[in-house]
């Protein structure tokens, strides 16, 4: 049975010892201030993620760019992406609602000469697309892109939904509450359900920080909709991107109010639709298009590493990183289609880290700079076995941290894969290494391989002053991971 958050369960149940400590032999007298044990919590996983847990999302300004179809085919971009599947992508943000598609409007330059080199190259006979998905696709298509055009031009959906619904007011001067939201949700579901599109999934309302009038929309729109969305999607930034700086993304107290956030949303959703989903629809570290100089860099993968352990602790589903390409100052693929350091993060993330997610803490005190999470290995990774174990682990002291294995994990091999800046511009470098390698691609349609160190069996786990990393423990034989 998956354990899920209660509300009321106090703190120390998700960041301290969910159960009876490891035995083993006692540190030795006169140990190093910076060597610490680790404790595990393997009997059973407390929750399951999806295999898409870590999806992304591309924010829909980027369609107010003419170029925005050559951007979204550079195959150097889609060598990325595949980099990171299985995941969701979300195409919205505020600008979703303010989009309107004209019918009648001529396409531009760049959109008539991307779309005549599709027709002109013919994907569907490129082999990619299985043949019944294939017929599919020729059958059903033309029936609905004339379903969409004629429900949009004759304005059929009289209910809309929006990104972000609590600032919808602010943004367009038209207050809709949540009531209201959720009999559109309503409307919504019966138009998909009437249509070719009646096995879409429905997601929202994507509201934002769970604060004051924002926690009363949400409760009415669940109260009201909450029966015909398959997950509660929300919003959430640590920071205002114009008056962050480089201590706060380092600082593991401001790591910390994802939690009491997250607590919230949970805690709504258990007293109004118990047992719903939730997801985190989009994020990143700030909001306002991310801090300049520092949400695409190397010091940003604390929030990004941190929030992912977090989430799947805690029993979130999905979460939506802000953004892939095209936005701000946070995305994952700078305007040129180089990947930046949260990229390669995310890569290995989805490389190493399975569904199951388990519990790991570090024993004794300030435990809050040295965070360490836990989760069965990641099967499909042809080095790794059914039984493994992933921990990733990030270091906010100024000093290396060794870590300490549980004692019946101690003489099991490990693959260490650590990541530190690359570069004169230290947490703030544009670049990684991963083991002492810089990370880069090896062509436009080449990834390169995530290259493994191997550790003795017994060796402690090094994590330099202000580095993150991943070990994979193998051979670990965890009954839960099998």
């Not at 709504?268 to 695409?296: D, F």
């Not at 350091?341 to 790991?360: C, E, H, Q, R």
Request: hydrophobic share 40%; net charge positive.
């Amino acid at each position: 049975m998956l354990l899920r958050w209660k509300p009321g369960l106090p703190l120390l149940l998700l960041l301290g010892q969910l159960g009876p400590l490891c035995r083993g032999a006692l540190a030795a007298p006169g140990l190093a201030e910076d060597t610490v044990e680790l404790d595990f919590f393997t009997k059973r996983p407390v929750h399951l993620v999806s295999p898409a847990f870590l999806s992304f999302t591309i924010d829909a300004n980027l369609v107010t760019d003419p170029r925005f179809l050559t951007f979204l085919g550079s195959p150097k971009l889609r060598t990325l992406a595949r980099g990171l599947s299985p995941a969701y992508l979300r195409f919205g943000g505020t600008k979703t609602d303010f989009l309107i598609f004209d019918p009648k409007k001529e396409p531009t330059f760049e959109e008539r000469s991307f779309w005549q080199s599709q027709v002109n190259q013919d994907i569907c006979k490129s082999g990619s697309i299985p043949s019944d998905v294939e017929k599919r696709l020729r059958l059903e298509w033309p029936f609905q892109e004339q379903l969409l055009l004629r429900e949009q031009y004759q304005k059929k959906f009289k209910n809309s939904t929006y990104s972000k619904p609590n600032s919808f007011l602010k943004k367009s001067g038209i207050y809709i509450d949540g009531f209201q939201l959720g009999e559109d949700f309503i409307e919504l579901h019966k138009l998909l359900r009437k249509s070719t599109f009646k096995n879409a999934k429905l997601y929202g309302p994507d509201i934002g920080q769970p604060r004051g009038k924002t926690v009363k929309m949400l409760r009415s729109f669940l109260k009201a909709g909450g029966e015909v969305i398959d997950s509660v999607t929300w919003h959430h930034y640590y920071l205002n991107g114009r008056t962050a700086t480089k201590e706060d993304f380092l600082n593991p107290d401001v790591l910390d109010t994802f939690i009491l956030s997250a607590q919230k949303i949970f805690q709504v959703v258990e007293e109004t639709r118990p047992g719903k989903k939730v997801w985190l629809g989009e994020t990143s570290s700030a909001y306002g298009g991310g801090a300049p100089l520092l949400s695409n860099t190397f010091a940003a993968g604390f929030m990004w590493l941190d929030k992912l352990g977090l989430s799947a602790r805690m029993g979130i589903e999905v979460v939506m990183r802000q953004v892939f390409f095209g936005a701000g100052n946070y995305h994952l693929v700078d305007e040129n289609f180089n990947p930046l350091p949260d990229y390669w993060l995310s890569l290995l993330f989805k490389k190493l880290v399975g569904t199951n997610v388990l519990m790991a803490s570090v024993k004794g005190p300030d435990r809050n700079k040295l965070r360490v999470y836990l989760h069965c290995t990641n099967i499909n990774h042809p080095r790794y076995k059914e039984g493994d174990l992933t921990l990733y682990a990030l270091n906010l002291h100024n000093v290396t941290m060794s870590l300490q294995l549980p004692y019946h994990l101690f003489d099991k091999q490990v693959d260490k894969y650590l990541v530190k800046p690359s570069g004169p511009d230290g947490l703030l470098s544009k670049s990684v290494q991963l083991n002492g390698q810089i990370l880069k691609m090896v062509d436009d349609q080449t990834l390169p391989a995530l290259m493994e160190k191997p550790l003795r069996p017994g060796s402690s786990l090094g994590l330099p002053a202000f580095s993150y990393g991943f070990f994979v423990i193998r051979n670990a034989k965890v009954a839960a991971c099998i």
